[in-house]
């Protein structure tokens, strides 16, 4: 009998790399005789994930680390083919620029508003030295993407030299996120290479996955595990937005501080 197709470990490096990978999970898997088993090869393929990569994995919503279906998919947006690939067929349609419907849908990329309840300002979100901050010029504002992921969004930061994602960074190092809690999350940025959170501070910190209404509003939610998940609320002052997980609880609090509603304002 012949032996097991080997599959090296997946450092996160380039495309090449990743295409090797999927490929390699793909042979081992019909070797196995597990090629339409989405657990089993998600399952192989997770310890074999390595430095960079391995970071970048862990941070990964628990149904797409769980299903190869979804995690292949992952994996190709994550490391794409380059633009000049020699086989037209796998070139990927370029994402820099694309069409915004705003016939109903959500926008697939703007600028990050903040609204709070009852009032008429808007800001709109920049990143500071560690996390996001309000400011009133719309030139400043961070702008996303939206990238579609099994059945939740992520928001991918655009417009600057590195990738990055917009991410949940916790104040406390071991938050209560559930009810009655009053801790708080913020909004930072992850550099996908380093896996490294803008925030240098010592709480959990996850890619921010949420859903995004047909008028722009981003529902961000913690998915505690895959078959559990929490809203989180935004709540505003002058100068910051916080994510909180009971709202209640929160704004006994901080009561100087009000809900808000966190939107895309769709760009051309």
Known sequence: MSSAPHVERFKGTDWEECHDFIAAIRARALWE??????????????????????????????????????????????????EDDDDPQIKPTPAAAPSLNRNGNPPLQGILTVVPDGSNTKYYLRLGSDYCEFTTDADQAIRVRCNSLSSTTLLERIGNSSVSWLAFHWQESMPDIGAGSTDFARISCVNLDTMKSSWNRNGPFRLITCSV???GEVIPVWKKDNTSEITLVPFANTSYIYLAADPEAYSGEYPSENRAKLFIEPTN
């Open 33 to 82: 005789g597990k090629q339409r088993d989405s657990a089993w090869k998600a399952d192989f393929a997770a310890p074999l994930f390595w430095g960079k990569a391995l970071s970048w994995h862990s941070r990964l919503p628990e149904d797409v680390r769980e299903d190869w279906s979804k995690l292949e998919i992952a994996l190709l947006d994550r490391w794409p083919p380059q």
């Open 213 to 215: 209404s047909g008028n």
